[in-house]
């Protein structure tokens, strides 16, 4: 009969569970007696290999070694896995900058960060170098895997027999190891960790490879680091110059840099470079007679005085550099745009004019910064002493600018409606508790705006302000290059706000450069260790006109007039024509004075560090007469260049010497024509009195003779004269001064030369 459960559904699972318990216990009971088996027959064995006697200790020995061994490497790759961790971006870049600085010529004028330089390939160091370093380093490099036993059971039999540690057993790879990754603790947990990390180096770089990373990033004592560096602070030459003596010298530094660095100590210098050559003849790398020279001639290094260097401009453009490359580049070669002789006689002018004059009125201090018209600092004066103060006034302290800040408010000013010629009154203003008073506690009435800044009147540009805004004048002001914070108040125009001398630089460039933005700088171009250019300035910042240029020349025509007669006369400049603005705070704390010419702008401040006042001090005094000695230095040897829409007497008058030349030139060229008879004689006459004026003299007055006006001629018939259309009739000389020359003959002579 039909079982009545056998198709039910529970039933089934029933039996399938039950088939799956009885498979389990099978499998355990039979992996059960294949162990027992298998354990008697090894003990079965074992009963046959039974030692006795020594025999019996030594397997003993053997086995807890090999257990504490397997044990030790369980511990060992734990422990490897931490130093993995600090594998994982690869190599570890250069965290310190290593930075040469050139000047705008190309001489080098000072380093910054530490000293390295990682230029050289391996095969342009010398031989003995290289074997100088095997030789002391790790004689084995080339047939190790990165941890030599062979070396450290020898250093460990030696240092026995010396009593002490005559030799160390880590190789050269793990020496790199540690100069990567680790510090130079000494503790059983870092030599783990050298030993794993020096193994992962010998997997992931060549020999080759591996010694010239070490030669690159070893320090070498001096702040050096590397090879390169190394001779050049040392002796002064190229790494591929290294004498024998020299080599062996440099090489001992890898054991104890410090101890052995030769302008600390000569003579431990030179015994470590004997022990070097004498290895070198152990290792076989060379014979008693070819060290014989490096030992009776030792290497001497070159003196390490202190070079005159211009720190202050070297610690600002550091920090330019560090901006511009950020975490890219380590090793760098930057062009500044410094000129050592103007930054020299910069410096004297300062130092003499505090030594001269300090005690006098009380002062210590001074900075001053020289730019040309887009920002290209020139000079940095940053203070009296570099090696007493390390501060940089000139780029990080703020000071309050006086009136020398009056220019941004009459710019601002002149952008909103007003001229030079508009009249404002200066007569006493009150806002809310606040009366400002002129300097001669005086007041004129009705002024122009040129007359109120030459004269450096204070109501005028509080009126304007109130006039125009603060917030318009402060908007301006930075927009022209004032980076710190001015708060607005309404001291405000009369300079209560504090900035720094390289902000006042930068903002009066605005005004050199006819309104275009000066962005002040001092890097020119940036190459990375393999000379390739990875900044260049010009290619990233091109000019921008921010101020109109109506503006620039009413601003510019004011500020001419206060050196030539308002409050700057002592700023004023032999053959150049120069504009700027005097600057005395409150209780006279601070001293400016800032101004321009075509080819530069400069400010100057004089002050004490403590902020105590000064023996009344003005910005007309020692900051224009510090102005006018930087600024004659700095116009040496240079193109004059004009001021924008200043008419400069003198530098046209060298332009209409050129002219004339040129003129002369050409007329002579027409003249020898006529043997051709391609021109009329009536041409020729015109000819011959045109050049009759260009070579008058001056007259009583100072004025030159005016050349006449050339106008079109109709065309000469070809039959009389053979003259073509286009040549010029005379016209009685125009009236008017020198001014009317340039432009007469530049109208003229391309008719001239037509023909």
Known sequence: MKDPFQNSTKVKWKYRFLALDAAVDTGLYRLRETLLRWLENINSVMRHLRVTGWRFWLVQMLSGGLTMGVFGALFALSWALNDMDRTIGGLPEQEDYAVTFLDRFGNEIGKRGILQDDSFELQDLPDNFIKAVLATEDRRFFEHFGIDFLGLARAVVENARAGGVVQGGSTLTQQLAKNLFLTNERTLTRKIDEAFLSLWLEARLTKRQILKLYLDRAYMGGGTYGIAAASEYYFGKSAKDLTLAESAMLAGLFKAPTKYAPHVNLPRARARAKEVLINMVQAGFLTEGQIVGALRNPATPVDQAEKDTPNYFLDWAFEEVKRIVGDKHRVLTVKTSIDMTVQRQSEQAIDSI????????????????????????????????????????????????????????????????????????????????????????????????????????????????????????????????????????????????????????????????????????????????????????????????????????????????????????????????????????????????????????????????????????????????????????????????????????????????????????????????????????????????????????????????????????????????????GLTQLKPPPAGGLSELKTAWHRNQSLIISR
């Open 354 to 725: 505090l030594r001269e004059n300090g005690k006098r009125y009380d002062v210590s201090e001074a900075a001053a910064v020289l730019m040309e018209p887009d920002g290209a600092v020139v000079a940095i004066i940053g203070g009296k002493d570099y090696g007493k103060s390390q501060f940089n006034r000139a780029t990080d302290a703020l000071r309050q600018p006086g009136s020398s800040f009056k220019p941004f408010v009459y710019t601002t000013a002149l952008m909103n409606g007003y001229t030079p010629k508009s009249v404002i009154q200066d007569a006493p203003i009150t806002i809310g508790n606040w009366s400002p008073k002129n300097y001669g506690r005086s007041y004129s009435g009705p002024v122009t705006l040129l007359n109120a800044l030459r004269r450096s009147i204070n109501t005028v540009p509080v009126r304007l302000a109130q006039a125009i805004g603060r917030d318009k004048i402060v908007a301006i002001a930075h927009k022209m290059g004032i980076h710190s914070e001015l708060k607005i108040t309404r001291s405000l125009p009369l300079g209560a706000a504090e900035v720094s001398v390289m902000d006042m630089a930068t903002g009066y460039a605005v005004f050199a450069s006819g309104g275009k933005k000066a962005v002040a700088h001092g890097v020119l171009q940036i190459l990375d260790s393999k000379g390739r250019v990875i900044y260049d300035y010009n290619r990233t910042h091109k000019p921008e006109q921010i101020i109109p240029p109506e503006t620039i020349a009413g601003m510019n025509e004011m500020l001419v007039s206060v050196i030539d007669a308002g409050t700057g006369r002592r700023a004023q400049l032999e053959g150049v024509k120069a504009a700027g603005k005097t600057g005395t705070t409150s209780s006279y704390k601070d001293a400016w004075f800032c101004g321009f010419t075509g080819n530069y702008s400069a400010a100057v401040w004089f002050g004490n560090d403590d902020n105590h006042d000064t023996r009344r001090l003005t910005g007309g005094n020692l900051p224009a007469i510090a102005w006018q000695k930087i600024m004659t230095a700095a116009h040496q040897q240079v193109e004059l260049k004009p001021m924008p829409y200043i008419e400069d007497p003198i530098l046209f008058q060298k332009s209409h010497q050129n002219i004339q030349v040129a003129a002369s030139g050409r007329i002579k060229d027409m003249k020898d024509q006529r043997s051709n008879q391609r021109l009329s004689p009536n041409v020729v006459r015109q000819l011959d009195q045109l050049s009759k004026l260009f070579q008058s003299e001056e007259d009583a007055s100072g004025s030159q003779t005016q050349p006449p006006e050339l106008l079109p001629l109709p065309a000469a018939s070809p039959k009389t004269s053979g003259a073509k259309p």
